[in-house]
């Protein structure tokens, strides 16, 4: 796998410090940029001229049953398999203790014959509760928006386009609420699909499989209405098409994931950092001050009309929309020179609001593709934490004093340090958050708050040190050997360019969602509006090319790069085509 790592060239490149970049809230405002794995899906199956197609489409006048899609690719052949059931409302919820959905998928590898699909069609609606197949690359569910959903429907069956506006408060018809992959309920291992030249990043299967659901989304509806009124209805417009993504509902479970994959993490903060330090070094043209301004615009725009139910992020969308009309003003006064880059980042550190510092980051780094675009290609790790047991005890301190200072100068001895603790839910076996002192499962508590162990470890190095000078790990680890597993991550992490997220996951002012934004903002996704501390609901591929624009010669290659900030499509444009 191509892993980057720092090399002398960075030394002539500004990047910014851990201490900096590994905050949590920074961390929890992070924009996708273009090398997000969305965004690197569209431009691959471009540039590679993957051929994709509708092979089968079995549905009810209902739109229940199932649909099956041929990805070919310059390698592989794939096969995404949908099945639609119909689902009483009372029982669609987002949360993952469902046990069924509007709709199950799955993505997986080869050809799809009698056998497999009678096998699919019995398992795959069961999700976690079948047995998949070792074929299937991914499995996924998602259940309607059902207000856009119907009038979306209702629309297109009397021969109009949906109003622009509803189309606006959500941005989908449907919305995954879990989407498996990596050797999950017996699905093919990741270790197996990174020889694929395809999916070898992770979640790039995943995306793959997202993606064709969205594809299906529209599919399905134009159907339902065709069967509805066969004599007036009419296809969704190609501009409102683009314009519909697919929505996600996403919980705790994927907080550890950041914790239990440090060195991923690190690397791909790393990736963005470069590629943004790349970006603020080039000399900027005209050309290129008028394309940021274009950019700007396009996101305020994007921020004006994004509907969030979240009273928070409403204020913070609000706040980022304002403050993007004075970076407007800023880059149409300020003369052109070699480091403008460099002066509108100082400028927005010490005036505008982290998100929309990291906003800003976003559209720098969306600005030279060329650049860029080949660190895609290191968003992988080899991930391995290795202890060193003949490591000196000294230089062990020294690491900690160096690289986890933030941890063992911290307190957490106070109510508020320890306020939260981290278990696993019995029934789905799902990360959940307790109070401790208050909450059972605190006896079950998952190792995931790296900050106090790292503390307590250098407390006992110190003290080993006090009493043997030239002591070495293992002589500790003798003497403590329930420090294994965090000295093998200290040491390990020493070597990286960015190393822990610096929080104390215990901590009463901790945001999981910030943990959740990171990680998806690294996936791909828009519109983020948090459900309470814990959940959050986002859109992905939202204004991403559609398998018809791939099929169109004609079509510019900006169709399948150039789609972040989707603005709503004009009304009076779709309006008129009809």
């Not at 991930?383 to 062990?396: A, I, K, R, S």
Request: charged fraction near 25%; glycine fraction near 4%; include cysteine.
């Amino acid at each position: 796998m191509t892993q980057l790592t720092p090399t002398v060239e960075d030394a002539t490149l500004s990047l910014r410090s851990p201490a900096t970049v590994m905050e949590l809230e920074r961390l929890g405002s992070f924009s996708p940029t273009r090398l997000s794995f969305a965004r690197r899906l569209t431009r691959l199956m471009f540039e590679q001229q993957w051929q994709v197609s509708r092979t089968q489409f079995e549905l009810d006048e209902n739109g229940h049953g199932f649909a099956i899609y041929c990805l070919q690719t310059s390698a592989y052949r794939y096969h995404v398999v949908v099945f639609s059931r119909h689902l009483e409302d009372a029982q669609r919820t987002d949360r993952v203790i469902a046990e069924a959905w509007d709709l199950t998928f799955c993505l997986l590898e080869g050809e799809v014959d009698a056998e497999l699909m009678s096998a699919l069609s019995a398992n795959v609606p069961l999700q976690e509760a079948g047995r998949q197949h070792p074929r299937l690359l991914v499995i996924s569910r998602a259940n309607k928006s059902v207000r856009a959903f119907a009038t979306v429907s209702a629309a297109l069956a009397s021969g109009q386009q949906p109003d622009i506006d509803h189309l606006k408060e959500a941005g989908y018809l449907y919305r995954t609420t879990a989407v498996y992959g990596n050797g999950k309920f017996g699905i093919a291992d990741f270790d197996r699909i990174k020889g694929y030249q395809d999916f070898w990043q992770p979640f790039s299967a995943q995306m793959a499989a997202v993606y064709m659901l969205r594809e299906f989304s529209v599919d399905q509806v134009e159907h339902i209405a065709r069967q509805a009124d066969p004599g007036h209805a009419v296809a969704l417009h190609l501009d409102a098409r683009r314009y519909l993504g697919i929505g996600n509902s996403t919980g705790l479970g994927m907080a550890p994931f950041l914790i239990n994959h440090p060195q991923l993490i690190s690397q791909w903060v790393w990736v963005r950092e470069r590629a943004l330090a790349v970006a603020v070094a080039q000399p900027p043209s005209e050309h290129d001050r008028d394309r940021m301004l274009a950019l700007c615009r396009r996101a305020a725009a994007y921020l004006a009309e994004t509907h969030v139910e979240d009273a928070p992020q409403r204020l913070r969308n609000s706040e980022a929309h304002e403050e993007l009309t004075q970076v407007i003003a800023w880059l149409e006064q300020v003369p052109l020179d070699e480091a403008l880059w460099q002066q509108l980042l100082d400028w927005a550190q010490t005036q505008l609001a982290l998100e929309t510092q990291e906003l800003l980051n976003t559209l720098l780094i969306e600005l030279y593709p060329q650049q860029v675009d080949g660190l895609n290609d290191a968003m992988g790790a080899d991930e391995n934490l290795d202890l060193t047991p003949d490591m000196p005890l000294v230089q062990l301190k020294q690491i900690l004093e160096t690289h986890f200072d933030w941890a063992i100068d911290a307190d957490y001895e106070c109510e508020d340090a320890r306020y939260w603790f981290w278990y696993q839910s019995a029934d789905k076996e799902e990360p959940r958050l307790g109070v401790r002192g208050e909450e059972l499962g605190e006896e079950k508590e998952l190792a995931l708050a790296i900050a106090p162990t790292a503390q307590r470890v250098y407390r006992d190095l110190v003290d080993l040190l006090d009493a043997q000078p030239r002591a070495l790990t293992i002589d500790l680890l003798m003497a403590f050997p329930e420090h294994m597993r965090v000295i093998r991550r200290i040491q390990t992490m020493a070597a990286t360019f960015y190393g822990e997220i610096r929080a104390n996951l215990w901590h009463r002012e901790m945001k999981p969602m910030h943990l959740l934004r990171a990680k998806l903002s690294f996936l791909g996704a828009h519109r983020f509006d948090p459900k309470g501390d814990r959940w959050v609901r986002v859109t992905f591929f939202q204004g991403a090319p559609l398998l018809s624009d791939y099929e169109d010669s004609a079509a510019s290659p900006q169709v399948f790069d150039d789609w972040s900030f989707p603005v709503a499509p004009v009304a009076e444009r779709i309006s008129a085509s009809q």
